[in-house]
Every structure is written in C-alpha cells, then in structure tokens.
C-alpha cells in the first residue's frame, strides 16, 4: 500500500502521513518535492536540546489539527549533520516552512503555542494565494526565481535560505550549464560570507571548464582574492596615521588601502586607490589601478559605488 493515500472529498490525511522524520537522503521527496502540493515545515532538533522538546509536540500538534493543510517533516541534527550544515542551521529548534521547494518563513526557539498557531495560518494562507491547497503540482520552480530568491535571501543576511535557493537551481536546472554555475558561484558566496573561505574555494573549483569570466565566478574570486589581506585589519589605525602623516607616500597609502580591504571596508579602500591613481596612476607598476579593478569586481557592476568609482577612474586615466 501506499505510503501517500488518494484522496477524495473532504477526507483528511491520517496523522501519520501528516508528520514525519526526513534524512538527508529524503529531504528532496518529503520536503522540496512534497512542498509543490502543499507548505511543510521543516523542525530541526536534537535529543539533547530541552527546548526542542518543548516545541515538537506543539508544532505537531498544531500540523495535524490543520487536516493535511500542512505537513510536518522532522530532522534529527545530529544524524543529519551533513544536511544542518548545508542549510546553516546554526541554532535548536530551527523550523523552515517551505512552499513550492523554496524556504518562506522560519523561526528559532521553542516559541508559545499561540505564536506557533499563527506562524502556520500564515504559512498556509500564503500558500493557498499562490494556488497551492494540497492538490496536484504546480511544476518545478524557475531557476531564474529561485536565483533571485537567493539573491534577496543574501542581501538580507538570511544565509540558510540563500543555500537552499541555490541547491534548488541545482537540483531542478541540470541542463542548464550557465544558470547552474550561477548557483555555484552563489553557494561559494554563502560561505564565504559565513567566513568558510576554504569551502568557497573548494566549491569554485568544481566548475566546469570555460566559466572563469562569468560575471558571478568573477565577483566571487575577486572577493576570495581579497580575503587573503585579512591580516593588516587590526592595525587600521596605524595605517590610517601613517597614511595621514604623509598622504604623499603611496606605499604608505597602498598599505592603507589593504587595511581598510582587509577591514572589510571596500568603498573607503576604493577612495584611497583612486587617490593613488590621480597622484600617480604608474607607481609600482600600475598596482593601485590592478586593486582597484579587483575591488570592483568584488563588489559587483551594479554597485553603485562601483559606478561611481569607475567614472573617476575614467577621468583620471583619460583627462
């Protein structure tokens, strides 16, 4: 028999269909396909976490009494490690709600019931506008909404959406080469601005062959390029002196620059390079203008610091 029952009328799912335990082999089916038919809330928890005892019941509870509106899929972390870590669950108990294999809502903490009972009308509310009430598959998600999911997901700092967005496109665009090595640029993103510089480094090098000029590899190995000046950060303010001392010293102020990169002040660092390049546009080699570009990859075309930056780069280089 089935593990999934057909449905008729205003029958309702048995509880046990309704609530589930998922692994990392059966996440896609029970969470990112079954979530084209109908919303699931994924709960993540541990044995040893007090509060995830607290939680599961309630949230289970609350599931079942929507009458298959909802489901319910439970991930045992510390089984599952492998899983908790690619979607950046940093804390127990963390609840995702996904709606068509894409993460909508969440929270952390083992929250009151009432909350709960909210959290989940909203979930199935937003589901139900989007057409979604149990019934057949709408179809696989667009890649390109998916990638600009992610891309809202990581200007919001939301890292655990943004990987799941990304590992979507991967999983629903496989003859897709260039939208695919979008997605992986993206995860290399996530992680290196979850300070995971090696798994960044790790994931770029899977790309295929030909892609190293792709707009998003290239803002991304920019940004790992300019990683490795993390060292000088702690000693800004001695840099910053010894540049104000004597703004006339461009190893003094290329120095400076590095700092304010390894500080992770990209703008204030572009200023200084641009000021190297007016004062002397070939010192040690045309060096200054080299950063520049690479801060300018880094932090993407479409920065409108970028902009910015590049028409005074411009007027210096052809004035």
């Known amino acids: ?14 509880a046990a269909d309704l609530v589930k335990d998922a692994t990392i082999e059966t996440f896609q089916a029970d969470v990112m396909d079954a979530s084209m038919e109908v919303p699931v809330v994924v709960d993540f928890w541990a044995s040893w976490c007090g509060p995830c005892k607290t939680l599961g ?28 870590q ?23 903490g083992a929250v009151p019931e009432s909350e709960v009972n909210t959290f989940l009308d909203r979930i199935v509310a937003g589901a139900e506008q989007m057409g979604l009430k149990g019934g057949g598959a709408p ?5 390109a909404e998916l990638i600009a999911a992610a891309e809202q997901a990581l200007a919001n700092q939301d890292l655990q959406s943004a990987i799941v967005a ?12 260039d939208v695919r090595v979008e997605a992986m640029a993206g995860i290399a993103r996530v992680q290196a601005m979850a300070g995971d510089v090696e798994a960044a480094r790790a994931t ?67 200023d200084t390079l641009l000021g190297m390049i007016e004062r002397d546009r070939e010192w040690n080699e045309g060096a200054a203008k080299e950063k520049l570009l690479t801060v300018f990859e880094a932090l993407g075309a479409g920065h409108p610091d970028v902009k910015r930056g590049r028409r005074r780069l411009s007027s210096v280089l052809f004035s």
């Open 1 to 14: 028999m089935s593990d999934t029952p057909i449905l008729g009328g205003n029958a309702e799912p048995p």
């Open 57 to 84: 019941p309630i949230l289970e509870k609350a599931v079942q009494a929507r009458g298959g509106k909802v489901k319910m899929v439970k991930v045992d972390t510390d089984k599952n490690q492998m899983l908790a």
């Open 86 to 108: 690619q979607l950046r669950i940093q804390s127990l108990p963390t609840v995702m709600a996904f709606v068509q294999g894409q993460p909508v809502d969440g929270f952390m």
């Open 139 to 143: 179809g696989a998600p667009d890649p």
């Open 166 to 177: 990304y590992s979507q496109v991967l999983d629903t665009a496989e003859d897709n080469a």
């Open 204 to 270: 770029l090098s899977q790309l295929p062959m030909g892609f190293e000029n792709h707009p998003a590899v290239a803002q991304i190995t920019a940004q790992l390029d300019l990683a490795k000046q993390d060292a000088p950060s702690g000693e800004l303010a001695g840099l910053q002196q010894a540049h104000a001392a004597n703004p006339a010293d461009q190893d003094a102020a290329f120095a400076y620059a590095e700092g304010q990169i390894g500080a992770g002040q990209m703008t204030e660092a572009m």
